[in-house]
């Protein structure tokens, strides 16, 4: 079993980033017009919660759609569409859906509970969409997957989420100050862009985890 640097997973996910911007933020994008709009409708009490579960659900989506483009890339060159990257995904929208509600709800309850316990979800899970998307594995199959794929690699696995975790949290200051400055429209314009500008890091750190964890075995 191999090991590696939480900061060359990043690195390497900024330059895939870099090199496939034109791909990665339209399709950015569209997924999270939709964010957008469940924002700034369901913007009170209950209705925000789902806004959030929108949220996560529209994230995940984005994750398996950017596994598929590092896939690609890795073959040497990219030669999907944005477009066929939506359809490349289309037949595990639906484990990609379950999957996004078991880990939020199991995570959400381990960050109330004690924080240790979700942080250590989110470790250990932290592949599971890749498993999905790339290896055809059900929501619990995909679980078990990424168990397996992290087991030695734990305190690796959870740098990189931290690393990526600090730079959204930045951006997402900076933009919280900007959206503070109007009004609710602006507001949720304002995460719109963020979303649009980090997601594809996130998404891209997941991806590139996965194959070095994957590969090291």
């Avoid at 890795?74 to 037949?91: K, N, Q, T, Y």
């Avoid at 592949?127 to 794929?149: H, I, M, N």
């Amino acid at each position: 079993m191999s090991t590696f640097s939480p900061t060359d997973v990043v690195g390497r996910a900024l330059t895939i980033y870099r090199d496939h911007a034109g791909a990665l933020i339209p399709a950015a994008i569209a997924v999270f017009a939709i964010v957008a709009v469940a924002n700034l409708v369901f913007d009170d009490g209950l209705l925000a919660a789902l806004a959030g579960a929108i949220g996560a659900i529209a994230t995940i989506f984005y994750q398996g759609m950017v596994v598929r483009l590092v896939d690609d890339v890795r073959d040497g060159a990219l030669d999907s569409s944005v477009g066929e990257l939506f359809r490349s995904v289309a037949p595990v929208a639906l484990p990609l859906f379950l999957l996004a509600i078991v880990v939020g709800i199991s995570v959400a309850i381990g960050l109330v509970l004690l924080i240790i316990p979700g942080l250590f979800l989110l470790t250990i899970w932290a592949v599971s969409a890749p498993a999905v998307v790339l290896e055809g594995k059900g929501v619990f199959a995909a679980l078990g997957r990424s168990r397996e794929l992290v087991r030695g690699n734990g305190w690796n696995v959870f740098g990189v989420i931290v690393i990526v975790w600090a730079l959204m949290i930045g951006v997402g200051i900076v933009g919280a100050a900007i959206g503070a400055l109007g009004g609710d429209v602006l507001r949720v314009l304002v995460q719109w862009a963020v979303n649009v500008l980090v997601a594809p890091v996130a998404a891209l750190a997941t991806a590139v985890l996965f194959f070095t964890l994957r590969d090291g075995r």
